[in-house]
């Protein structure tokens, strides 16, 4: 079965940096995408970044822009997300979502069929 698999999170300092991977098995989808997002205690999962393995299109959304990196290692079916200058507003769990759908939109719009179980960021200021 389909499985994406977190990792990465931890706790650091605000201004500091943090890598995560996702590492996605289980399926033989030839065009998909990948997408990080993000929950606060008491909000919404709100869409980060998203990366297709077909032209390596990328999206972000505005409060990350300039900060956050998205890439895709298609060999190993993993997903990066380098989070530098990181801020206090960037604490949450973090999870990657599989839309068997390439198109990457604006905003990262996209229907998820699968996600991972999550990984924590604490920024702490």
């Known amino acids: 079965q389909v499985q994406l698999v977190e990792s990465g999170g931890g706790l650091v300092q605000v201004g500091d940096s943090l890598r995560l991977s996702c590492a996605a098995s289980?399926?033989?989808?030839?065009?998909?995408?990948i997408g990080w997002f993000r929950q606060a205690p008491g909000t919404e999962r709100e869409a980060v970044s998203c990366?297709?393995?077909?032209?390596?299109?990328?999206a972000y959304v505005d409060s990350v822009k300039g900060r956050f990196t998205i890439s895709m290692d298609n060999a190993k079916n993993t997903v990066y997300l380098e989070m530098n200058n990181l801020k206090s507003e960037d604490t949450g769990v973090y999870y990657c979502?599989?839309?068997?759908?390439?198109?990457?939109?604006?905003?990262?719009?996209?229907?998820?069929?699968?996600w991972g179980q999550g990984t924590q960021v604490n920024v702490s200021s």
């Open positions: 979502g599989l839309d068997p759908v390439a198109v990457v939109l604006p905003e990262c719009l996209m229907n998820v069929d699968y």
């Open positions: 289980g399926f033989t989808l030839d065009h998909f995408q």
């Open positions: 990366i297709n393995n077909y032209d390596g299109e990328m």
